[in-house]
């Protein structure tokens, strides 16, 4: 009967074939000095050998090969093998396997180049460039720019261009991308709507809306319209800024556009910031107009407002927005009794999560825990436990860590030794290995009320033998 090998000797396995499949190009590589002209890239591409990331790796991860022959090898396959090209983990295993990324090791490999006159093409630059994203390398984007029209007579691309903006603006250095895209224009190439995009949000996150907004308008002049991601970014933006009247001028634009209509996120967005700057009556208005395109609230939509409404007591909005059914039930009286519990109003999240047991309706694992933290808080450890024991024992409903922890110190603080040992005995039922929390307190009381046996259960639930302090938080 075929058998299944251990993950560990199926890896070894699978390493070793990789090997032996690389063979070709690592006898190759053995057998040249760094030095060799462009002869060693047509032995590659003679090669009948096949080419994939675990043969690619196989030659990075050769340590008896000089450094600059593997990146010459893994430059020659990006872009030279007929069934193979890089994906983005391949670059980022190539970073590491090669030992990090550096100037001196990058640009060493372009005056080898030109020492032996080697064809370097855009798509050479494409790679190096790649390269520098990975390793984070940011500052080398122009540099690389002005190296293939100075030294290697070749002429940057749109793409070139848009990998050296993105790179430059993850650096935050935008008055480089900014010559960076005046530099496209002198050399006759159009941004595209990947260098718009990249430069707005740069600009946004920077805090420079007003540039961000000014690239966008002069998006249609290239030939681009602004698309839902533009939009979002500005959107987001002005939001960023505190400029919400210009973010709700920004959604009416894209209401009306017929190809940048908002989304989930865009709508988001805007009604979080309403709701931080105690706008929230404009945020349930625009809750209305993301209704009315058909637009589907998400969990996070519903969370700001119900957050916003319960902190400044207004319980019966909250209860109507969740209640108007713009996302699940379960869902929507879940997120309603969290927030509830951040604004302290324990009673009416009790209340609620009674509500949606009489309508079979589940709350989920945060609610859950929530409520038996937050009845601990105010002094109400044995309903807390009246939960758990209903939750867990009635509805098979687990409740996590935080709940058990919360309700083991509020038992032993209200001095309920019988709830406290029921307690214990469910999780040693349960298998519960607790953890992570002193309970000196807690054993302390165990001991003084005649507890030792609970103690010696909870030493045997840790696999503890004795001391006075064990972690509690279920796994």
């Not at 009306?256 to 929230?280: H, K, M, S």
């Not at 395109?293 to 109507?320: K, M, W």
């Not at 945060?366 to 867990?392: A, K, P, Q, T």
């Not at 001991?447 to 503890?464: F, H, N, P, Y």
Request: glycine share 8%; proline share 4%; hydrophobic share 40%.
């Amino acid at each position: 009967m075929y058998r299944r090998l251990p993950r560990h000797l199926s890896t070894i396995s699978h390493r070793l074939l990789s090997t032996s499949a690389a063979e070709p190009y690592l006898s190759l590589l053995q057998s040249t000095s760094p030095t060799t002209g462009p002869s060693l890239e047509i032995a590659f591409s003679r090669s009948k050998s096949n080419l994939d990331p675990t043969i690619v790796d196989s030659v990075l991860r050769s340590p008896s090969i000089d450094r600059s022959l593997r990146l010459r090898f893994f430059v020659w396959a990006a872009h030279h093998h007929p069934h193979y090209s890089h994906s983005p983990a391949t670059y980022s295993r190539a970073v590491h396997s090669l030992g990090g990324v550096d100037r001196d090791l990058l640009f060493n490999l372009l005056r080898s180049y030109r020492a032996v006159h080697y064809p370097v093409s855009v798509k050479t630059f494409k790679v190096l460039l790649n390269l520098c994203k990975e390793a984070n390398l940011f500052d080398l984007a122009p540099r690389l720019l002005e190296t293939m029209r100075t030294d290697f007579n070749c002429r940057p691309d749109t793409a070139s261009y848009n990998a050296a903006v993105r790179l430059c603006i993850q650096n935050r250095d935008l008055a480089t991308a900014e010559r960076l895209m005046e530099g496209m224009s002198l050399a006759g190439l159009r941004p595209n709507m990947v260098t718009f995009v990249s430069a707005i949000k740069g600009f946004c996150e920077a805090g420079r809306f007003d540039d961000a907004e000014g690239l966008a308008r002069s998006m249609e002049a290239n030939g681009c319209s602004p698309n839902v991601v533009v939009y979002s970014a500005l959107l987001d933006g002005a939001c960023k800024c505190g400029n919400l009247e210009k973010a709700m001028e920004l959604l009416g634009e894209m209401e009306r556009a017929t190809e940048a209509g908002p989304n989930v996120v865009t709508y988001t967005c805007l009604i979080q910031c309403l709701c931080d700057a105690d706008r929230v009556d404009d945020a349930l208005r625009v809750l209305g107009r993301m209704r009315e395109r058909g637009c589907s609230a998400n969990r996070v939509t519903i969370v700001a407002l119900t957050d916003r409404l319960c902190a400044d007591g207004r319980i019966s909005d909250a209860c109507e927005v969740v209640e108007r059914g713009f996302i699940d039930g379960g869902e929507g009286y879940s997120s309603l009794v969290v927030s509830l519990l951040r604004a302290n109003n324990v009673s009416e999240a009790e209340r609620i999560v009674v509500g949606m047991l009489e309508r079979d309706l589940m709350p989920d694992g945060l609610s859950r825990n929530s409520l038996i933290v937050g009845l601990c808080s105010v002094g109400r450890s044995v309903d807390g436990l009246r939960w758990y024991c209903r939750f867990e024992e009635e509805m098979s409903l687990p409740v996590g860590a935080d709940a058990c922890q919360a309700l083991l110190e509020g038992l032993c603080w209200e001095r309920r030794l019988g709830e406290a040992a029921a307690l214990i005995d469910a999780m040693g039922t349960r298998g519960v290995r607790l953890r992570g929390l002193s309970v000196d307190g807690v054993v302390e009381f165990l001991a003084r009320e005649g507890g030792e046996d609970l103690v010696s259960k909870l030493m045997r639930i840790q696999g503890t033998s004795s001391g006075p302090s064990i972690g509690l938080v279920i796994l």
